[in-house]
Structures are given as C-alpha cells and as structure tokens.
C-alpha cells in the first residue's frame, strides 16, 4: 500500500501550517511550497482540497493564507486519507487481480489483511495534533527541505 503524492503533501502542509501557528500568521502557498520543497501550483491544489474539506481554512487577498481551524488537530490521518484518495486501497487487492475477496482471494489476500486493517486502525486514532508532539526544529527539517 503506497500512498499518493497527494496525501503526503497535504500532510506535510497542514504540520507546516500547524507549526507555525504560533506566529499568529496565515502561511502563504509560496512560503509553504519553498520549503517543503513542492511545486507550488500542486501544492495550492492540494491545500485547496484541503480547504474544502474544512481541515484548514484559508483567506485570499494580499494578507491571506492558511491558517488552522477548531477541527484542524482532531483530524486523523485516515479523514485525510480519505479526503484526498478514498478508501478504495484499503479494499482493493494488493496485486490489483480484479476478483480478490474472501471467496477469490489472491494468495496475499490472507497474509496481508490483518496488515490493512491494523493500518486503518492506526490511521483512525492518528490525530494531526498527536504528530505535533515532536520536538519542533528536528520535526520541521523531517517534513522540509532546510
């Protein structure tokens, strides 16, 4: 199980976002694409999903940006997940054979099973806030291009 370009760089946006909260400031695209290291326009995208989700919220305009909301830290990795790929690979077969279930399964289906669903227990009781515990210089250098 991979995850998308798309997760990882909304994850890593939104611990951005989240880290410099303290600055009492909204994060602007550009500053967040510098550096995390992410094309920016990509990026804008991403957060823009994000936005619409209600995860971050966000301001337009020359003193606009991102910025945390109530529910901002409350959200797991799996809401994120599913915000930005669905749920669908937690289903789908590991080998991508079209009929694999517990009637058809693939000769992985048995073995890796259990894997996906500890996965998906872990992803439902992983807060973004409970990430956040970290020590924050060492924290933010593992999610940016410093």
Do not use: W
Not at 9 to 17: M, Q, T
Not at 39 to 49: A, D, S, V
Not at 71 to 88: N, V
Not at 113 to 138: M, V, W
Request: glycine share 6%; aromatic share 6%.
């Amino acid at each position: 199980m991979i995850f998308s370009k798309s997760f990882g760089y909304a994850l890593r946006g939104i611990l951005y976002v989240s880290m410099m909260s303290d600055e009492k400031r909204k994060i602007r695209i550009d500053e967040m694409a510098n550096r995390l290291a992410v094309p920016r326009h990509f990026l804008g995208k991403i957060m823009n999903r994000v936005v619409k989700k209600g995860i971050l919220n966000s301001v337009k305009g020359p003193n606009g940006g991102f910025s945390l909301n109530s529910k901002t830290l409350d959200t797991t990795l799996l809401q994120l997940i599913e915000a930005m790929d669905g749920l669908e690979q937690f289903d789908s077969c590991v080998l991508r054979l079209r009929k694999c279930n517990e009637e058809h399964p693939c000769p992985l289906h048995f073995k890796l099973d259990d894997n996906k669903k500890r996965l998906l227990q872990i992803f439902s009781e992983t807060h973004i806030g409970g990430l956040l515990k970290e020590d924050k210089p060492d924290f933010i250098r593992s999610i940016a291009a410093i």
